[in-house]
T-cell receptor, first 115, second 110 residues
Framework: NAGVTQTPKFQVLKTGQSMTLQCAQD?????MYWYRQDPGMGLRLIYY???????DKGEVPNGYNVSRLNKREFSLRLESAAPSQTSVYFC??????????????FGEGSRLTVL | AQSVTQLDSHVSVSEGTPVLLRCNYS??????LFWYVQHPNKGLQLLLK??????LVKGINGFEAEFKKSETSFHLTKPSAHMSDAAEYFC????????FGPGTRLSVLP
């Protein structure tokens, strides 16, 4: 049982380049999340998806787009990367919705550096 | 509105001594509260959660936390630290959304 799988684990981009972070979960969870982690700031929600085909903005959505391809997969796209998007990105999933999610299950993170 | 304050950015203890990581929260709702642990270069793992049942919550690896509504606190404790406890710890409140604290880095000295 893999849980939540993210790819790639590491990526270096130049300013203006685009890329997509992939996330897949095999726990049949309804809700999926993308967070970014920056030193001293905890995790901040970028986007949230309650089900296939639905997405909601979180606390820091600017510069990102997401796609909930199916129940398993939730991708995060940077259309034109900026140095301020250098961060560690975490995908997570939960059985229930955001207001009462129970436990969040996390992937191992994707470390992105934008030069 | 919800917020989480972790009162110490870094805590250092000796192996075998008690651990106390402090967390205070504010929430307009009756919150659920969580502690997550993050080991270096790893994702976050749930340590324990409070969801309005018993106020003293026991988690994995000997950790426990006590919910004190009057003090709006949810401090994490462990009687005896082990080297493997060295990690980053996050207090999380969920009333309407998940809100993460900034984290406390725990160092365990031999």
């Amino acid at each position: 049982n893999a849980g939540v799988t993210q790819t790639p684990k590491f990526q270096v981009l130049k300013t203006g380049q685009s890329m997509t972070l992939q996330c897949a979960q095999d726990m049949n969870h309804n809700s999926m999340y993308w967070y970014r982690q920056d030193p001293g700031m905890g995790l901040r929600l970028i986007y949230y998806s309650a089900s296939e085909g639905t997405t909601d903005k979180g606390e820091v959505p600017n510069g990102y787009n997401v796609s909930r391809l199916n129940k398993r997969e939730f991708s995060l796209r940077l259309e034109s990367a900026a140095p301020s998007q250098t961060s560690v990105y975490f995908c997570a999933s939960s059985v229930r919705g955001r207001a009462n999610p129970g436990e969040l299950f996390f992937g191992e993170g994707s470390r992105l550096t934008v030069l | 509105a919800q917020s989480v304050t972790q009162l110490d950015s870094h805590v250092s203890v000796s192996e075998g001594t008690p651990v106390l990581l402090r967390c205070n929260y504010s929430s307009s709702y009756s919150p659920s509260l969580f502690w997550y642990v993050q080991h270096p270069n790893k994702g976050l793992q749930l340590l324990l959660k409070y969801t309005s049942a018993a106020t003293l919550v026991k988690g994995i690896n000997g950790f426990e936390a006590e919910f004190k509504k009057s003090e709006t606190s949810f401090h994490l404790t462990k009687p005896s630290a082990h080297m493997s406890d060295a990690a980053e710890y996050f207090c999380v409140v969920n009333g309407q959304n998940f809100v993460f604290g900034p984290g406390t880095r725990l160092s365990v000295l031999p």
